[in-house]
């Protein structure tokens, strides 16, 4: 008996979706964060890249469809081949959506498989009983003539062979099973391509150690004619945040201090220090107690973090040139500048941006240390309150009393993006 010619039946795969899908997630992280050093990582392009030509491949092989032959049916996206002997039935779904193949032995479908294929069709089990659900108008050719031709072809095989004979035993063709050593290749590499991104993503996380997308840094003694006591702040993200911050002290061992107490002269304890994207900011610290001038490092956690809106002016990619902290001056009542350690009754805050900015200023008033200690605040004054400075404009602060009969003891004159 002459056997019959194979049907090759295609496949309308819109599987094209998934080949966006890791470029698509790449372009989400970036307009959600402004910060693309993931991609830094020569792992993360490589396991996208691989990622990328797994799915092109699958999706060609999907398109092939099914193809029903003397001896059985394949599915060609998982190069899975059912004999006749263990197809019981070809048949629409009950909503007739679907082409459903079913089985009389369903385990049989799942050797060889790899862990994708093997996944879709445990899926496809659970929710079909059937290891091949086909969308019925995907298919090249209509599904009625598909069941048709697939009921002829097995009922053939049947009275050919015997209802169970060679049961499980059919003989492989070759293309048949390269095709299943491909499906397993692409298996291995989707799983290589998973691990090379998921190692890409654990070595930016250990580059920005601290969460939040901050580092810490604190600087005991700085240069001289700066500040000493400096904590600074990096913000890895490209968008703007005002982190709340629990700092504890700590000796020359990474030891805690327990009886020292950490104040904060700008306040990012509080919430009101913003970090512009992709930028620095710093506060300075004051530390009391009997071991104050033990304290050699801190231990710095985020409590929460508040991110601005884009319309904060901040985004580290609005403007070619990075934002640029605003300068202040002392001046007197007639706004003239005043130097150093000298009476003064107002600030003069000018903004160098194309864009307004929010800040606060603080007085800083220093103690004279011991030889070889770090210099330490005794205490920091706000001047005024919140202030918006426009886009390459100036704006003046008055000093109030109190401060203003003791502002010749303002060491320091700073300001800081706030909110």
Known sequence: MTEPAPLEIGYRDQGWIWVLFWPVLLGLYWLWTHNLAISESWSWWLGMGLAEAVTVLTLLRSRRGLTLAADGITWHKHALFLPWTNVSETKLSDDGRRLLIQVIESDQALEGQSPTGRAEVRTNLRRFGSPVALHADRLTVPAEQVISEATKLRERYEGAQGKFAGFGLGVVPPELRRAVR????????????????????????????????????????????????????????????????????????????????????????????????????????????????????????????????????????????????????????????VAPLRPFTSVTVANPNPIPVQVRVVCIMWEQPPPGAPQQMLAAYPIGDLNTVGANSTTSVPVANPLQNISHNCGSVKVYFSR
């Not at 702040?233 to 030891?255: E, R």
């Open 182 to 337: 491909s499906a397993r290749l692409r298996g291995r590499a989707v799983l290589a391509a998973l691990l090379l991104m998921a190692a890409s993503v654990l070595m930016t996380c250990q580059s920005t150690p601290q969460g939040f997308g901050l580092d810490f840094t604190f600087r005991s003694h700085s240069e001289p004619g700066t500040m000493d006591q400096v904590l600074e702040i990096k913000n890895y993200g490209g968008q703007p945040v005002a982190p709340f911050l629990a700092i504890v002290a700590l000796d020359d061992n990474g030891n805690k201090l327990p009886d020292v107490g950490v104040r904060t002269a700008y306040g990012s304890d509080q919430g009101l220090v913003v970090i512009p994207g992709g930028d620095t900011g710093i506060d300075v610290l004051l530390f009391s107690g009997a071991q104050a001038r033990h304290v050699q490092d801190v231990r710095v956690t985020v409590r929460r973090e508040i991110k601005l809106p884009p319309t904060s002016g901040l985004l580290a990619n609005d403007y070619p040139a990075q934002i640029t902290l605003p300068t202040v001056q002392r001046t007197d009542e007639h706004g003239t500048e």
